[in-house]
Structure formats: C-alpha cells, structure tokens
C-alpha cells in the first residue's frame, strides 16, 4: 500500500528485528552479499570507508576487520547504540541522516558503502551530492540494492506454469513508496513487522548520479544461494534462482 510522505523511514522501531536477522548465518546478508562485496571492493589497507546507513554496524565490523578505516552512520538511534555496544573493531559511528554527513569533511572519504538501504532512503538526490562533497577525487560509491528490475515491491512475484518458473513484473517505470511486511507469516497484530521501501528505475538512479558528478564503472547482478526442498518445482525453481538476479551492485566514481 501506498503512504503518505511524512512518515519516518529509519529503522529505529525495528531495530531488535534487523539485529536478531542478520545472526542468522543462512542470511542473504551472509550468504550472497558479504562474500560477493568484499570480493567487488577489494579493499586496501587503510583505506577510508563510510558505511552510510549502517544498521548495527554488521558490514562496519568486516571492513575493519578487513584492514580499512572505517566511519559508520544511520538514522537510527537504537542501531547505533547495538553498533556501539557490539563492535569488536575501532570505528567511529554517528547517528545522522544519509544525505548529512557533518562530521566529515569535504574530500576525506575513499569509499562510501551503501548495502540495502538505498531503497529505504526518501532523499537520494541529497544523498548522491553529499557523497560527492565528502569523497575524494576518483572516490567512489558502491551501491548494493534489492534489483530493481526484478524485485519490484509488490509489483513483482514468482509465477509456476507448465513445469517452468518465471518472474512476473507488471510495474516498473512508476517510482512508489510504500509499506513492506516483513513478516507476512506472522498473525499477531503485535508481532508484526513493517518497513517503508521505495521503488525507483534503473535511469532514475542513473540521472542522480550523473547529475552529482559520478559515472559508472562498474556493475554486477547476483543470485539467491537458496534452494528449494524436494518437490514437483524444485529443478524450475533452483533453475530460475540462478537465471533472475535479486540483487545488484553498482559502483560509481566522482568525475
């Protein structure tokens, strides 16, 4: 369903919820995008890092641990103080808006990493032009998002016909915000989990982006690492998993 626009997109009132998934070692975080991006960043020792939109610090930690020096932030208070509490590596972490890094100054930044939350984020434009003031020449963003092209929220769904499996899209072009449950299993009025996601095009992101002076240098898609248990569609749906990316990466420099 469609929202209005003043509501609060952090995730300050599911932050118990996000902390407890991502311990969860069979987690597309774990699984496909931990492995996958530490892989795309290769990153050098000592290189400066900002982990925009943090969450409880989970990626933070691994870059660190990984030789960089990272700055972390997110919107959510309780996500910073579980950040703070839990972080094994030295990382500076603030609470601040995506698009207001003000405790960074201009040109200081190698390499800003935004993992699953730009679709969360109302603002890019202001986003991609901060980025833009704090990277350094050549510094570059590394954008990892739910693939626009396939994971439309609720205007996307899986569709078995005649043994095969295929990926139905009846939306794509229309931007929309919206209220996601994140727990469609759950009955409990009180149990239940929502988020606010926002479904944007390829070309709308591509526009932001060269309009704050970056360009693309490099983009890959990746695959789910699940497996369907034995059954009349379990060939169609592996087979499909491996045809029909859910997740895109995007890195771009500032020009």
């Not at 925009?52 to 030789?67: K, R």
């Not at 996307?156 to 727990?183: A, V």
């Not at 369907?228 to 169609?236: F, I, Y």
């Amino acid at each position: 369903m469609k929202i209005s626009k003043n509501n609060d997109t952090s995730w300050n009132k599911v932050a118990d919820w996000y902390d407890e998934l991502l311990k969860n070692d069979d987690s597309y975080q774990a699984k496909v995008i931990l492995p996958n991006l530490l892989r795309f960043l290769n990153l050098n020792k000592g290189e400066t890092v900002l982990d925009l939109a943090c969450g409880q610090g989970y990626f933070a930690n691994i870059f660190a641990h990984e030789g960089a020096n990272v700055v972390a932030s997110d919107l959510s208070k309780k996500l910073i103080e579980t950040a703070k509490k839990n972080s094994k590596e030295k990382i500076s972490f603030y609470i601040s808006p995506a698009h207001r890094s003000q405790f960074l100054k201009d040109n200081t930044i190698d390499t800003v990493v935004v993992v699953l939350a730009i679709q969360n984020i109302e603002n890019v434009g202001d986003v991609f032009a901060e980025c833009n003031r704090i990277l350094k020449k050549n510094g570059r963003i590394v954008l990892v998002l739910n693939h626009p092209a396939f994971r439309v929220p609720q205007g996307s769904d899986w569709y078995f016909e005649n043994g095969i499996q295929s990926r139905i899209i009846h939306k794509y072009l229309s931007e929309s915000k919206l209220s996601i449950d994140m727990t469609p299993g759950e009955k409990n009025i009180k149990k239940k989990i929502n988020t606010i996601s926002f479904h944007r095009s390829l070309q709308f992101y591509m526009k932001l982006l060269s309009k704050n002076n970056f360009a693309i240098t490099r983009l890959e898609e990746w695959i789910s690492h699940k497996q369907s248990g034995s059954g009349p569609r379990q060939l169609a749906e592996d087979k499909a998993r491996k045809e029909i990316p859910m997740f895109m990466c995007i890195e771009v420099r500032k020009i």
